[in-house]
Nanobody
Framework: QVQLIEVGGGLVQPGASLTLSCTAS????????MGWFRQGRGKERQFVAA???????IHADSVKGRFSISRDKMKPTVYLQMSSLQPEDTDVYYC?????????????????????WGQGTQVTVSS
């Protein structure tokens, strides 16, 4: 059984930083991609960033320069370091797992490409 455990949401002031982490448990995968998406009430789930076990990574244009995704070298755990947070970053942040292997440097960024999802963690940016 696959489980994704997200940690690190909370309430912060504008301009602050916050780090989210997500750990996947279950079978051992030869390859994986873990991504972060966010969703506001009444809005579509939006891609934030993703990283493969090969270290290939991408970030959405809206967060480039402010958010950074990284991974643990030893286990399927990823981190999303968020800085210069703004009220528009307020959302529920979801961790997702894709266990497909890719021969290229392709990094999946669409929600439908991820089979497993965490429960979500609320990030609120407000003064």
């Amino acid at each position: 059984q696959v489980q994704l455990i997200e940690v690190g949401g909370g309430l912060v002031q504008p301009g602050a930083s916050l780090t989210l982490s997500c750990t996947a448990s279950g079978p051992t995968w030869s390859a994986w991609t873990m991504g972060w998406f966010r969703q506001g009430r009444g809005k579509e789930r939006q891609f934030v960033a993703a990283i493969r076990s090969t270290d290939n990574r991408i970030h959405a244009d809206s967060v480039k320069g402010r958010f950074s995704i990284s991974r643990d070298k030893m286990k399927p755990t990823v981190y999303l370091q968020m800085s210069s947070l703004q009220p528009e970053d307020t959302d529920v942040y979801y961790c997702a797992l894709n266990t497909a292997a890719y021969v290229s440097t392709y990094v999946p960024a669409a929600a439908y490409e991820y089979s497993f999802w965490g429960q979500g963690t609320q990030v609120t940016v407000s003064s």
